[in-house]
């Protein structure tokens, strides 16, 4: 499956973004689906992850209660809708489908996109 994310861009604190990833190839339904990101010198980290159907979902602490990640089966995209942005969350976000089970660790997930910038300035 090949995986192209979008939507990242550069916000103000307090703001939103909605990031997407599109996937063509195999049945996007089949992958369990992740974001993680990776800021400059930092080890690339979990964010959220969600099922193949969609009815189970997983954040990073850091992020519960303003990220949401959800998916389109029908368009073949994840989502990850961000809101209450702070600096911290600055990096480069990455969407990432594994056919194992869901997991936090990014080795787990077979294929990555290309990974969009998401800048948040005080």
């Known amino acids: 499956v090949q995986l192209q994310a979008s939507g990242g861009g550069s916000v103000q604190a307090g703001g939103s973004l909605r990031l997407s990833c599109a996937a063509s190839?195999?049945?996007?339904?089949?992958?369990?689906m992740g974001w993680f990101r990776q800021a400059p010198g930092k080890e690339r980290e979990f964010v959220a992850q969600?099922?193949?159907?969609?009815?189970?979902?997983d954040y990073a602490n850091s992020v519960k209660g303003r990220f949401t990640i959800s998916r389109d089966n029908d368009k073949n995209t994840v989502y990850l809708q961000m809101n209450s942005l702070k600096p911290g969350d600055t990096a480069v976000y990455y969407c990432?489908?594994?056919?194992?089970?869901?997991?936090?660790?990014?080795?787990?997930?077979?294929?990555w996109g290309q990974g969009t910038q998401v800048t948040v300035s005080s």
């Open positions: 969600i099922s193949r159907s969609g009815d189970s979902t």
């Open positions: 990432a489908a594994t056919y194992r089970l869901l997991s936090t660790i990014p080795g787990r997930y077979d294929y």
């Open positions: 190839g195999r049945t996007f339904s089949t992958y369990n």
